[in-house]
């Protein structure tokens, strides 16, 4: 399974009035390449970091210093890697930056406690078994994880800890 070519900007506008715009480097085409910019209400740029978000979910929070990109870059939070295979193991599902900085990573198995996931795809690829929920006034990201009995729930940075900008 080949993903098609990503369109060459990709944005997203917060309530607040906060935007962010991902540009990939390649104007098109299937390269990972990027710049994303995050302006204020204002329209004056916050901050730039060299990621681009591809067809991941973006959760931007309310004041723009929390980016949470949630996926797999070419298929988004439909499909991901199967686990079974050595070469995909406990892999990357959600990004989380601060003033666009990897603050952390969760993974599949290690932070979600994911079951084994079989390849149904050609290409290697397999449905998600987990949706997302991201709660800015709780400030957690939670997992509603189809083999468990239990959400996981996973803090995000507090507000306490973003710099002024």
């Keep these: 399974m080949r993903p098609a070519p990503f369109d060459e900007e990709y944005t997203f506008d917060a309530p607040s009035g906060v935007r962010l715009v991902s540009t990939n480097n390649e104007h098109g085409g299937h390269s990972t390449d990027g710049v994303t910019q995050v302006f204020g209400a ?15 979910d973006i959760y931007l929070s309310p004041d723009g210093a929390v980016i949470v990109l949630d996926g797999e870059i070419y298929y988004g939070p439909s499909l991901m890697r199967p686990t079974e295979s050595p070469h995909w193991t406990d892999q990357v599902v959600t ?3 601060l003033e666009g900085k990897l ?5 599949y198995e290690t932070d979600l406690n994911g079951k084994p ?9 397999a449905s998600r078994t ?7 006034e709780r400030n957690v990201l939670t997992y509603d ?14 507000v306490d800890w973003v710099s002024v900008m």
């Design 130 to 136: 987990f949706t997302l929920d991201v709660s800015w």
């Design 95 to 97: 990004s989380v930056y």
């Design 145 to 158: 994880m189809e083999d468990a009995s239990e959400k996981v729930e996973i803090s995000l940075p507090s």
């Design 42 to 56: 204002d329209g004056n740029i916050l901050y730039e970091m060299p990621v681009f978000t591809g067809r991941r």
């Design 117 to 125: 996931v079989k390849e149904e795809y050609g290409g290697g690829w």
């Design 103 to 107: 603050w952390r990573d969760i993974r």
